[in-house]
């Protein structure tokens, strides 16, 4: 199947700074992208889903200022935790998808996942 | 809405026993339902998917699951299970006629399926 890399695998940042995590798909052209946060011993849930060169769609409940999302290219989005509090401490996890080959579905891939620790 | 039901938020098997986890869903279009495995500290990996056709789908690992519309289930099983089998197992549901599939996954609470020696 088709690679998905996160980067960095874990975090750990001081309270109030910001962290930055990468989604990168390797050999396919991700044209939509998904975030979702797990806590411990839970489902993942879905943040957001973003569209190369357009703006994120939020779930109800995630603040968009504090979780930034920029899918600037076919193959790169990134997730901006902003001000970083540790009840952001959470398991994120990134999933890409090429939806522009005219199927009605197709698979979602998925990325290893960052630990982020915030103290 | 969808939403996904896993009976039992821990199973225990012995090596060598048959697996089964249950998923229930429920969605107002045909869904598509898929099952992932996790490991610790790590992402996802589909285990296998249900979208159109034979409603008994074979995976990897010698997993298997079956459709049952009537029923709104998706029960994955495996007919032996392996020490390697222990993880976290997590049924997920999706839109099949949303903006082309272009909607995320919602998953269940997982399984944390454990192999007793």
């Known amino acids: 199947g088709a690679v998905v890399s996160q980067h960095p695998s874990r975090v750990i940042c001081k309270s109030g700074t910001s962290v930055k995590i990468e989604c990168r798909s390797l050999d396919f052209q991700a044209t939509t992208m998904f975030w979702y946060r797990q806590f411990p011993k839970q489902s993942l849930m879905l943040m957001a889903t973003?569209?190369?060169?357009?703006?994120?769609?939020?779930e109800q409940g995630v603040e968009k200022d504090k979780f930034l999302i920029n899918h600037a290219s076919l193959t790169l989005s990134t997730l901006t935790v902003t001000s970083a509090h540790p009840e952001d401490s959470s398991f994120y996890i990134c999933?890409?998808?090429?939806?522009?080959?005219?199927?009605?579905?197709?698979?979602?891939?998925f990325g290893q996942g960052t630990r982020l620790t915030v103290v | 809405a969808q939403s996904v039901t896993q009976l039992g938020s821990h199973v225990s098997v012995s090596e060598g026993a048959l697996v089964l986890l249950r998923c229930n869903y429920s969605?107002?279009?045909?869904?598509?339902l898929f099952w992932y495995v996790q490991y610790p500290n790590q992402g996802l990996q589909l285990l296998l998917k249900y979208t159109t056709g034979a409603t008994l789908v074979k995976g990897i690992n010698g997993f298997e699951a079956e459709f049952k519309k009537s029923e709104t289930s998706f029960h994955l099983t495996k007919p032996s299970a392996h020490m390697s089998d222990a993880a976290e197992y997590f049924c997920a549901v999706s839109d099949t006629y949303s903006g082309g599939g272009a909607d995320g996954l919602t998953f269940g609470k997982g399984t944390h399926l454990i192999i007793q020696p």
């Open positions: 969605s107002s279009v045909p869904p598509y």
């Open positions: 999933s890409a998808r090429d939806a522009g080959q005219g199927a009605l579905w197709t698979e979602a891939f």
């Open positions: 973003s569209n190369e060169g357009s703006k994120a769609t939020y």
